[in-house]
């Protein structure tokens, strides 16, 4: 389905939901105004000088080499309630942002986690999880949504670099919204219904380990997140998650030989 919002309040605290959830502890919120919709309606014919992945290699952006990649496809089966959902992950659009999921994933932190947010009014949007603080069960459930996963090697929280691909391009742009980049196409992977993608603060670099189905078409969310992949089988598991279900278990079950780890 087609999400469609009545008033721009509604638009905005919705996302306002989403970004909230996106938030660490060392990060303030601010409003979500600054959120911004499809700019394909807004800005044409315009050019970036962005980073790309090809220009990564020569470390233009600080730390670049140091996270995890997906190059290629990868599968990962999520078990809630009981139930299997199978998601098909794209590292070919989304290398490092996939690459992080399927890294967790190995690691086991998403097993046992909650999902902390359900939003379904006043239209289905999104349902979300992955704050590694859920596993600790004195932590205040009203406070889940502010976490992310702590690299035990650096003792420094994991966060990952904005990355969106515009659609027809051979490489991702890193560290801005297609708004700031002044990118005037939509991106490779778009949030339609059952898309995965990463929650963040206002930060566009802040995404660690929490992450969002989208519950329908969400287009005014593309070149603002970053979407890696989608749900191929379970969306009706999805569908059915409320707030405080727990994440039995999350494998990897195809393509974990694509995932290439920094040395």
Known sequence: MRLKFPQVFAVLLIIGALTLGGCTSNIASSSASSTATATSETTTNATTST???SETISESIPGMKDFPRLEGKATVVMTVNGSPITIELDGANAPITAGNFVDLVQKGVYDGLVFHRVVRDP????VQGGDPQGKDPKFPAARLGTGGFIDPKTGNERRIPLEIKPQGEKDPIYSKTFEEARIGKPPELKHKQGA???A???MPDSASSQFYF???DLSFLDGNYAVFGYVTQGFDVVNKIQQGDK???AKVTQGAENLKTPQ
């Not at 239209?123 to 999104?126: K, S, Y």
């Open 200 to 202: 963040r603060s206002q």
């Open 123 to 126: 239209q289905p949007f999104v």
């Open 247 to 249: 994440i039995d278990s």
């Open 214 to 216: 989208a519950l329908a």
């Open 51 to 53: 980073t790309t992945v």
């Open 196 to 198: 995965i993608a990463m």
